[in-house]
C-alpha cells in the first residue's frame, strides 16, 4: 500500500540500490520505490541494513502487542485476514484487465480506476469495478484503522 520509502541522513544509498532497492531521486531526496524487493515470504531479507524508516516504523498492532492490549496470535490473525483482503482487491485488479506489473497496489488501483468504461457496452465491468472499490474501501480503512500508527500528538 505504499509507494516510497523516503531516504533518512546516514542511509546507505548506494548499498540499498546494490542489494536491488530501487532507489531514485526527486530533486536532492532519495527514495525506495515500493513494493520492496526485499519483502520476501512476508519477511525482510535485509533487516541488518534496512533504511531508517522501516526501522523507526512500528505498526499500530506492534504498538499494542508492546502495550499489552492484544496478543500476538491476534495480531497476526488480523494480519493474515488483511493479506486476504489484499489478495482479494488484486485479483479483482486482474479480472478488471490489469495485468500485474510489480507497481504499489494503491498506484494500479488508482491507474485502472481512471480508465472510463461505458456502462453500455461493457456492463459486467461496471459490476466488477464496483466490487474491485468496495474491496479497496474495506482494505483501506482496515489498514488505517488497525495498522497505521495513530498521528503524532503535539
Ligand atoms: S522493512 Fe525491509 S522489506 Fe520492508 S520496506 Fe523496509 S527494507 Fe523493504
Given at each position: 500500500?505504499?509507494?516510497i520509502?523516503?531516504?533518512?541522513?546516514?542511509d546507505?544509498t548506494?548499498?540499498?540500490?546494490?542489494?536491488g532497492?530501487?532507489?531514485r531521486?526527486?530533486?536532492?531526496?532519495f527514495?525506495?520505490e515500493?513494493?520492496?524487493?526485499?519483502?520476501?515470504?512476508?519477511c525482510?531479507?535485509?533487516?541488518?541494513?534496512r533504511?531508517?524508516?522501516?526501522?523507526?516504523?512500528?505498526?499500530?498492532?506492534?504498538?499494542?502487542?508492546?502495550?499489552d492490549?492484544?496478543?500476538?496470535?491476534?495480531?497476526l490473525?488480523?494480519?493474515?485476514?488483511t493479506?486476504?483482503?489484499?489478495?482479494?482487491?488484486?485479483?479483482?485488479?486482474?479480472?478488471?484487465?490489469?495485468?500485474?506489473?510489480?507497481?504499489?497496489?494503491?498506484e494500479?488501483?488508482e491507474?485502472?480506476?481512471?480508465?472510463?468504461?461505458?456502462?453500455?457496452?461493457?456492463?459486467?465491468?461496471?459490476?466488477?469495478?464496483?466490487?474491485?472499490?468496495?474491496a479497496?474501501?474495506?482494505?483501506?480503512?482496515?489498514?488505517?484503522?488497525?495498522?497505521?500508527?495513530?498521528?503524532?500528538?503535539?
Amino acid at each position: 500500500m505504499f509507494q516510497i520509502v523516503k531516504m533518512q541522513p546516514g542511509d546507505r544509498t548506494s548499498e540499498l540500490a546494490r542489494l536491488g532497492m530501487r532507489i531514485r531521486s526527486k530533486g536532492d531526496e532519495f527514495h525506495m520505490e515500493q513494493p520492496c524487493p526485499a519483502l520476501k515470504e512476508r519477511c525482510c531479507t535485509i533487516y541488518a541494513q534496512r533504511p531508517t524508516r522501516c526501522r523507526l516504523f512500528h505498526c499500530q498492532q506492534l504498538r499494542l502487542i508492546e502495550a499489552d492490549e492484544t496478543t500476538e496470535a491476534s495480531a497476526l490473525d488480523l494480519i493474515r485476514q488483511t493479506q486476504a483482503q489484499a489478495a482479494q482487491v488484486r485479483e479483482l485488479i486482474e479480472r478488471c484487465g490489469l495485468r500485474e506489473d510489480g507497481q504499489p497496489l494503491i498506484e494500479r488501483f488508482e491507474r485502472l480506476m481512471s480508465t472510463p468504461v461505458d456502462e453500455n457496452l461493457e456492463p459486467e465491468l461496471v459490476v466488477l469495478r464496483a466490487e474491485l472499490d468496495g474491496a479497496m474501501r474495506r482494505l483501506r480503512l482496515v489498514i488505517n484503522r488497525e495498522f497505521r500508527p495513530p498521528p503524532l500528538s503535539h
